[in-house]
């Protein structure tokens, strides 16, 4: 099963990827992982052989995979779900993070404003779950986990 954990920029999907993974569930970042590329416009792509690669790898096991991008229209997720925020929230988080430093910079604040107009849509639009994450990420994975992993009738696989 492939679960996609997405959402713009701030919403906690790393996060969420690091709590997965220390309970124990395979669980990839695009970002963090190395399954994006820069693009000549300065936006990033996913790399989409290495990621079906990395599907193919894991066969039937439960995958989370998260990231946010144009090419996650080319995969058949078994399940999705979206990480929102208040906007106050996401800017918070983009300027205080460490771990990544993709939203320091005021353009990149504003592309992920618009992307919160535009994108934000089509992402709820096709959603199987919303998880709002102003709450803490242990209390996220528990709801992502019941609704795939209990709701679904999987059992853990790692």
């Known amino acids: 099963m492939r679960v996609l954990l997405t959402g713009v920029s701030g919403t906690g999907k790393s996060s969420l990827v690091k709590e997965l993974r220390r309970r124990g569930y395979t669980a990839f970042d695009a970002d963090d992982d190395g399954f994006t590329a820069p693009l000549p416009d300065d936006t990033w792509a996913w790399q ?7 599907f193919d790898q ?6 989370f995979f998260a990231g946010c991008s144009d090419e996650q229209s080319a995969f058949d997720f078994d399940f999705k779900v979206l990480l929102t925020a208040p906007v106050e929230l ?10 990544n430093p993709f939203g320091k910079a005021q353009a990149e604040r504003d592309r992920v404003l618009a992307d919160m107009e535009w994108v934000l849509p089509l992402l709820r639009e096709s959603a199987d779950l919303v998880i709002e994450t102003t709450r803490p990420t ?3 994975a528990d709801t992502v986990i ?5 709701g679904g009738g999987l059992t853990r696989r790692k």
């Open 90 to 99: 996401i800017l918070d988080r983009l300027r205080l993070r460490t771990t």
């Open 58 to 63: 894991y066969g039937d096991q439960l995958v």
């Open 146 to 150: 019941d609704a795939v992993v209990s």
């Open 138 to 140: 242990n209390d996220v």
């Open 48 to 54: 989409i052989e290495p990621i079906r690669s990395l």
